[in-house]
């Protein structure tokens, strides 16, 4: 995947996989080393101000982090009706006539008459920001990231402009459409799918790798969230996996952190919490077992594959400048395109 070439990057996964956390993360990500980067999400659940612990994002763009070695994130909850609202003025100039509209509840109208406008005006704002210029002719951003719908909606959201583009086949609207799928469809696009190694989450994000790939959109990376590395040695899990487990080291272990000189320590109890440690050893290799054969599925469906840890003590800023660390060190970049076109 050339990251030198890819300007929009929109985030799905199955919900519960941690999409907006990964979203964030990528931001920062992006941003490192002096570039900027703007973070949109449009699902009105404010999951961004939550996130970097801030007041519910107003409908406009808000500076919300510094990169590592300089760059900053900004970002923007999209809603729809002010997104009505900014489309309207833009293309048929209303200007007041636009509020009056929405008082009368036009809005409602407009978004019921034209099934998928909602989603045309959603993606709509992530292209302008995308093809946004700065005063000196760059670009505005060198990265947008898009929060976008889970899995299950990716590509019925992304690909709603063409529906659209053939149901109104001239006018402002058919043009934005056009406009829009023209990015989308680009190698500056990237969708990236979130997973955890879980069935049904792997099984979405396959699907979901199909139908973004039959309908023309360019899948990128696959991000397993959430990857609990084993503590156990490599020799013990592989003995583990295959049902065997070495009770007498287990006893060994116990008795060695003293637990066999408590006060109330009988032979019959240490022999109780051996044979537990002993079935949490099976069961914890059991999981890991399920969890390979999940990442094996992944890497067959031919996308690059990136990793992120679980962060046991949960998710604050902190963790998402750990969390980007990782990426960077996985290569994610992003080109710096506001100094020439």
């Known amino acids: 995947m050339d990251w030198d070439q890819i300007r929009l990057h929109v985030v799905t996964g199955k919900g519960g996989t941690g999409k907006t956390t990964v979203a964030a993360t990528l931001a920062l990500t992006l941003a490192s080393g002096g570039k900027r980067v703007l973070l949109v999400e449009v699902e009105g659940r404010q999951g961004l101000a939550q996130l970097f612990d801030t007041a519910p994002l107003p409908y406009e763009e808000r500076k919300m982090a510094v990169a590592a070695a300089g760059g900053d994130v900004y970002a923007l909850a999209v809603e729809p009706d002010a997104a009505v609202l900014e489309y309207l003025d833009m293309y048929y100039r209303l200007g007041r006539a636009g509020k009056a509209l929405e008082k009368m509840g036009a809005l409602e109208f407009a978004t019921t008459i034209a099934p998928g406008l909602r989603d045309v005006l959603l993606t709509g704002k992530t292209y302008e920001a995308t093809r946004r210029r700065a005063p000196g002719g760059g670009f505005t951003y060198d990265a947008v990231v898009l929060d976008a719908p889970p899995t299950g909606r990716i590509t019925r959201f992304l690909n709603v402009n063409e529906e659209v583009s053939t149901l109104t086949r001239m006018g402002p609207i058919h043009r934005q459409a056009e406009s829009i799928m023209t990015l989308l469809r680009s190698p500056e696009t990237a969708v990236h799918l979130v997973t955890v190694l879980e069935e049904m989450p792997v099984q979405e994000t396959a699907d979901g790798v199909h139908e973004l790939t039959e309908a023309g959109l360019p899948v990128g990376a696959v991000v397993v969230n959430q990857v609990r590395p084993s503590p156990l040695p490599a020799g013990v899990l592989a003995d583990a996996r295959a049902g065997r487990v070495d009770r007498g080291s287990i006893a060994a272990g116990l008795e060695a952190g003293d637990l066999a000189d408590l ?52 998710i604050d800023l ?24």
């Open 263 to 314: 006060p109330h320590m009988t032979p019959e109890l240490l022999g109780t919490w051996t044979d537990g440690l002993a079935a949490e050893v099976l069961e914890h290799a059991a999981r890991v077992a399920l969890e390979d054969q999940e990442a094996a599925r992944l890497s067959h469906l031919g996308q690059p594959v990136l990793s992120l840890p679980r962060i046991a003590e949960g």
């Open 318 to 341: 902190g963790a998402l400048y750990t969390l980007s660390e990782t990426l960077t060190r996985q290569g994610v970049r992003a080109p710096d395109l506001r100094a020439h076109s």
